[in-house]
């Protein structure tokens, strides 16, 4: 277990580091928001409970950010800037 937090520590899953590639393959940049509503769209629904939108926002989005912050580390993934709004765009770093 500790080799894997080493490898990813960000503690994303290999389900998770998946859904990145696989979405940015098709559109290739999207926002952390844009990979979850595409990959696991089921998690709209959870922390409804949470009082802001933003903080909504951030623990729907929570899975995914910490799959993209492994795979920038292995190189498969970066920023690619930001939108109005302050969302940031991602981007494969290879041409999947």
Not at 4 to 13: D, F, I, L, T
Not at 17 to 42: F, S, W
Not at 66 to 85: C, F, M, V, W, Y
């Amino acid at each position: 277990m500790a080799g894997k937090r080493e490898e990813n520590p960000a503690g994303s899953s290999n389900n998770l580091r998946g859904d990145v590639p696989r979405v940015l393959g098709v559109v290739k940049v999207a926002t952390v928001e844009q990979i979850q509503q595409i990959a696991a769209p089921h998690l709209s629904h959870r922390h409804t409970d949470k009082p802001t939108p933003s903080k909504r926002k951030q623990a729907r989005t929570a899975s995914h950010t910490g799959a993209l912050s492994d795979l920038r580390k292995h190189g498969l993934a970066e920023n690619g800037g930001q939108i109005p709004g302050g969302l940031v765009l991602l981007q494969s770093r290879h041409g999947a």
